[in-house]
């Protein structure tokens, strides 16, 4: 027996003329379809609509959740909002793969910002890239033990002050 199992997920943001982003992002694999549309003003991050729907899931349970989606309006992206979508949107009377698409579309803003002076970064060498690192980090105390690179012990951290 062949079991045969797709997966498709996209994700993409555009600004808007009002001051905001639009988000949209879906996924289609063999068992479940789904897509969630937001628009999050700027600058405060602030998720001002949202809509979404679901063409195919393992149960009603996800379709009936789409309701749940208003829950998110007026959220920040910020600290605490992976707790809070998975508790209103993929909590026990929700659909936690509708909250993933929420989720998705959040760290696709966080990246928006978080890329480009990552982009300048990478190409220097040595104690210079190491300073620019550090300069990052003081201006996105955010990032600090967000990874790896900029976890407890790391040369990037040396001598920042948390």
């Given amino acids: 027996m062949i079991l045969d199992y797709t997966r498709c997920k996209h994700a993409s943001i555009a600004e808007l003329e009002e001051n905001s982003l639009l988000v949209r ?9 789904a897509e969630v549309e937001m628009v999050v003003g700027l600058p405060a991050l ?3 609509s949202i809509k979404g729907k679901v063409k195919r899931a393992f149960s009603d349970k996800c379709q009936q959740a789409v309701p749940l989606l208003n829950e998110v309006v007026g959220m920040r992206v910020g600290s605490g909002i992976i707790k809070a979508v998975n508790d209103l ?4 009377s929700g659909c936690p793969r509708l909250a ?8 696709d803003v966080i990246l928006r910002y ?3 002076p990552l982009r300048e970064i990478v190409p220097l060498a040595g104690q210079a890239q190491l300073e620019a690192y550090q300069v990052y980090l003081r201006k996105s105390p955010r990032l600090v033990g967000s990874c790896i690179a900029f976890a407890e012990g790391s040369p990037y951290r040396e001598g920042l002050e948390v």
């Fill in 25 to 33: 992002v879906a996924v289609e694999d063999t068992f479940y379809a």
């Fill in 46 to 48: 602030e998720v001002t």
């Fill in 89 to 92: 949107v993929g909590g026990p």
């Fill in 100 to 107: 993933d698409l929420i989720l998705e579309g959040f760290n």
């Fill in 114 to 116: 978080t890329m480009p």
